[in-house]
């Protein structure tokens, strides 16, 4: 079937240490975004690829960085992560001409 | 900039009742997307009905409808016959037809179906 997918599902960090998380599509579209939702609140965009476009949110920190080498995967770099960068980090998928965003399962991060 | 608001951060019914979770937004454009999406404990958030703001006719998916009332910018969703697998967290989101296809959400509503 075809997803979106991300790795891992849960991510222990230090804080301070550096760390990445993946998402990769098999639905062959071409925007994809990153989000972060912390407990009990709704998802707040982070930033997004149009094709190979990157568009970052205005008030998403420097701290957070983005890439996509292709059109299957999306990664997202925390450089320094803090306390308050503990979330769950979810990746979506759309075509550029639907407006219908697909999910994928999120991963977690704890930073201790 | 585009809000949206729920103000109903939990809710709780019986199976098989019907159940309105309500959703109001703000915004000044004419045009615009509307969408209920549910995200399951521990799984990922899955559409589940969307409502394009030039259509009048309210937007229906099985048990799923909403009451899109454009002039006070309210955008409820109903669950009709409602089922254990309904419990979720439900999101009201906005999108802007304009530029980037970006999602803004409300806070949530947490719903509890019980047996």
């Known amino acids: 079937d075809a997803m979106v997918i991300q790795n891992p599902r849960y991510q222990v960090t230090q804080f301070g240490k550096p760390v990445t998380l993946s998402c990769s599509q098999t639905l062959n579209h071409n925007v994809m975004y990153w989000y972060q939702q912390k407990s009990s609140q709704a998802p707040k965009l982070l930033f997004h690829?149009?094709?190979?476009?990157?568009?970052n949110e205005a008030d998403t920190p420097d701290n957070f960085q983005s890439r996509r080498p292709n059109t299957s995967f999306c990664f997202l770099d925390i450089r320094s992560p803090g306390l308050g960068d503990a979330a769950m980090y979810l990746c979506?998928?759309?075509?550029?001409?639907?407006?219908?965003?697909?999910f994928g399962p999120g991963t977690r991060l704890t930073v201790l | 900039a585009q809000t949206v608001t729920q103000s109903q951060p939990e809710m709780s019914v019986q199976e098989a009742e019907t159940v309105t979770l309500s959703c109001t937004y703000d915004t000044s454009e004419s045009n615009y997307y509307l969408f209920w999406y549910k995200q399951p404990p521990s799984r990922q958030m899955i559409l589940v009905i969307r409502q394009e703001a030039y259509k009048q006719q309210n937007a229906t998916e099985n048990r799923f409808s909403v009451n899109f009332q454009k002039a006070a910018k309210s955008f409820s969703l109903k669950i009709s016959d409602s089922q254990l697998g309904d419990t979720a967290m439900y999101f009201c989101a906005f999108m802007s037809i304009q530029g980037a296809q970006k999602l803004v959400f409300g806070q949530g509503t947490r719903l509890t179906i019980n047996p």
């Open positions: 979506a998928t759309s075509r550029g001409d639907s407006h219908e965003q697909f």
């Open positions: 690829y149009y094709d190979k476009d990157f568009n």
